[in-house]
């Protein structure tokens, strides 16, 4: 979802290693683990970012709207975006869309 809204805002997909080459939970899990070689959402993010040229944020909460961010969510690490009004990360979750304060930003890339 969030390599969505960026490919919308700037026509690049980030996500091109992983689109369309999982069918379920197990199988994404064991892509991130083949393309990034890392065990979570966050750490395929986080090759997305390298991958793409996306510079870090050294102070995550200085993200502004569009970025690609890393999202503290109870005891797990998920990837999302700042949205429009650059004040809440949004992700996406198992009832839908989900708004998080940016104070539970982990780490942040710009995308522009």
């Known amino acids: 979802m969030a ?3 960026i490919q919308a805002m700037t026509g690049v997909d980030i996500a091109s290693d992983f689109r369309g080459k999982y069918t379920d939970e197990a199988s994404a899990f064991a892509l991130i683990k083949s393309v990034a070689n890392g065990t979570t959402v966050a750490d395929a993010a986080a090759y997305c970012a390298a991958k793409h ?3 870090e944020w ?3 909460l200085l993200a502004q709207r569009g970025d690609l961010v890393t999202i503290q969510n109870g005891t797990q690490l998920i990837a999302g975006f700042v949205g429009i009004d650059g004040r809440y ?7 839908g869309l989900m708004q998080f304060p940016i104070s539970v930003i982990t780490r ?3 995308t522009s």
């Open 53 to 55: 040229g996306l510079t």
């Open 58 to 60: 050294s102070k995550p």
């Open 3 to 5: 390599a969505d809204a």
């Open 89 to 95: 990360a949004i992700s996406i979750g198992e009832t």
């Open 108 to 110: 942040a890339w710009k």
